[in-house]
């Protein structure tokens, strides 16, 4: 039995770095699709590979999508039905006009006759974010619930523009949810769509989805599928993202409010409606289940807001001895992947695993003193998120102008960045006041993992990742200050 679905290697996307020269692509070679410059591979599936490539002219980044099916793909399906499930897919993204899902840019042929197109690139997606495991059983990252919720809305939003045009995606996951610059999603992938009422026959043995986040009914008969069957696979996803886990097999007992006590009893018939193995019992479109979502989170809210009333507002930091133990690393380095983990002291979903509790004072407007480690901080960061070669400059631009009356900034440490990690481990852990300003997570530090890739930190999620130097992080800039006294 195959499951048709286009897999990239979580070990490379969750690492954000390319993955090595396939067979019949010479490393290091400088390989050309078209106009495009391809600068490295970001995956390969049954139908097809992606690639990160340039647009040499305007130095444009995009992500080029080019058919090249598997062997056994050709064998089992025939050329003709698999260029026809790419062309559709090209068309599907040249037809629709919607902010969550991604835009088509060009679409063209190589010089081996092999259609290829080109779409918007981003670097992060929500398998990325959560830390999806190839071996998918295997806990993630949940997000905080106001950060899931508002990615869930997008997603439903533009799953509902692909159901009103009659189109079923038929293979929604995290991993197929980009994440622009602006955070916001974009949805990808649809070489597995289907258009309402039509027949693909793919042979029997293959199953169309990835496991885990297809719905019932698409295992037994994926050309019988409607809406409810994407709705299904968002529901797996507000799993994933709520708690951690992926939904427990039918007939087992957890109920999302015990795997996560953060979350308490507002989201379990919520997020059971809607990975109900009948598709009668779940949502029956987008809206439906968008206002469902809507009403489990304003009943969250109000139990934060009832929890936040009850207790007194937390201090901002607090010291502990632990603090005082070893200095916080202020040099830069560079850190392979494989020497990461036990580098910057992180766990299995690299986070760190030993926190520190720094006391934070807001000095005024624009920084933010720790009294424990000596350090001031820059309160608000970057306006926008940058690339790594401009972060740089960013910092040099803050010094030349003595922001805040300082002019020894620097882009921090992973370690140092860790400093700004909030854990949350009960309800009223959420009603602490922000101490830094601005909605934004994920920040740049100044250690390497190679000579095109750097370590950030996601503030928000609490966790480590790298990312090569044209991705765009946010900068939140450090500088080191007399003991406060």
Known sequence: MFHITNHCPAQYRAAGILSPALPGEKSGEIMHIGKYKVTGLLGTGGMGRVYKAQLPEINKTVALKRLRPRPHMVQLLGDKAIEKMFMDEARILADLRHPYVAAILDFDRDSEGRPFFTMEYHCVNLGDMTGEHYIMETPARSLPPDRAVRYLRQVLSGLGRLHDAGIIHRDVKPYNMLISESDQVRIIDFGLSLLRGETRGVPEQFKIGTPYYTAPEQEADPDRVDERADIYGAGVLAWRMLTGYLPPDLGEKPVPGEINPLLGQCW?????????????????????????????????????????????????????????????????????????????????????????????????????????????????????????????????????????GVQNWRL????????????????????????????????????????????????????????????QCHVRAVSDCPPYG
């Not at 009850?310 to 202020?330: K, N, W």
């Not at 530090?445 to 999620?461: C, H, I, M, P, Q």
Request: aromatic letters at 10%.
């Open 268 to 404: 379990d018939d919520f997020l059971l409606c809607a990975t109900h193995p009948k598709p009668d019992k779940r949502f029956s479109d987008c809206r439906e289940m968008t206002t469902a979502l809507d009403r489990a989170f304003d009943s969250w809210q109000q139990r934060l807001e009832k929890t936040c009333r009850m207790q007194e507002v937390p201090a901002v930091g607090r010291t502990s001895d632990a603090d005082h133990t070893q200095p916080v690393r202020t040099t830069p380095v560079k850190v392979s992947l494989s020497a990461a983990k036990k580098r910057f002291g992180l766990d299995a979903l690299w986070r760190p695993s030993g926190r520190r509790t720094p006391e934070f004072v807001v000095c005024d407007d624009h920084t933010v003193r720790d009294k424990t480690h000596s350090r001031l901080w820059q309160k608000a960061g970057s306006s926008w998120p940058m690339e790594w070669s401009r972060a740089r400059q960013y910092i040099d631009s803050l010094n030349a102008r003595a922001f805040g």
């Open 412 to 471: 921090p440490t992973v370690d140092e960045l860790a400093l700004l990690l909030v854990p949350v481990s009960v309800l009223g852990d959420y009603c602490a006041p922000p101490v830094f300003s601005g909605d934004i997570h994920r920040f740049w530090s100044a250690d390497r993992k190679s000579f095109v890739a750097a370590w950030f930190v996601d503030t928000s999620l609490g966790y480590a990742g790298a990312a090569d130097f044209t991705c």
